[in-house]
């Protein structure tokens, strides 16, 4: 059974970190593009940054450009976003998803597989 675990969400002032896990099991973690979606409550679920599983390039929305970055170790079939200088607009569920195809991060996410149960990522002004 495919599955996806998030941790490392949290409260955080603005002008901090987080470092957020996705551990990947039950589906070749290989062959799959990873990518980080958000929902802020009252909001559309957004696509916030993806690894392509053929080249290993990185994709961010313009929001967190230069201040997040995502990371993957295939070895250990996890990635992890690295979140600096966070913003009480970064406010959201963070999940981790799984897709059989190249990266997209526009709409909410539909084509992506496998899904897991989010984390809280909360940052107080």
């Known amino acids: 059974e495919a599955q996806l675990v998030e941790s490392g969400g949290g409260l955080v002032q603005a002008g901090g970190s987080l470092r957020l896990s996705c551990a990947a099991s039950?589906?070749?973690?290989?062959?799959?593009?990873i990518a980080w979606f958000r929902q802020a409550p009252g909001k559309e679920r957004e696509g916030v940054s993806c690894?392509?599983?053929?080249?290993?390039?990185?994709y961010y929305v313009d929001s967190v450009k230069g201040r997040f970055t995502m990371s993957s170790d295939n070895a250990k079939n996890t990635v992890s976003l690295q979140m600096n200088s966070l913003k009480p607009e970064d406010t959201a569920v963070y999940y981790c998803?799984?897709?059989?195809?190249?990266?997209?991060?526009?709409?909410?996410?539909?084509?992506?597989?496998?899904w897991g149960q989010g984390t809280q990522v909360t940052v107080s002004a």
């Open positions: 998803a799984a897709d059989y195809g190249p990266c997209n991060l526009a709409g909410w996410g539909f084509e992506y597989d496998y």
């Open positions: 690894i392509s599983s053929t080249d290993g390039r990185r």
């Open positions: 039950g589906f070749t973690f290989d062959d799959y593009a």
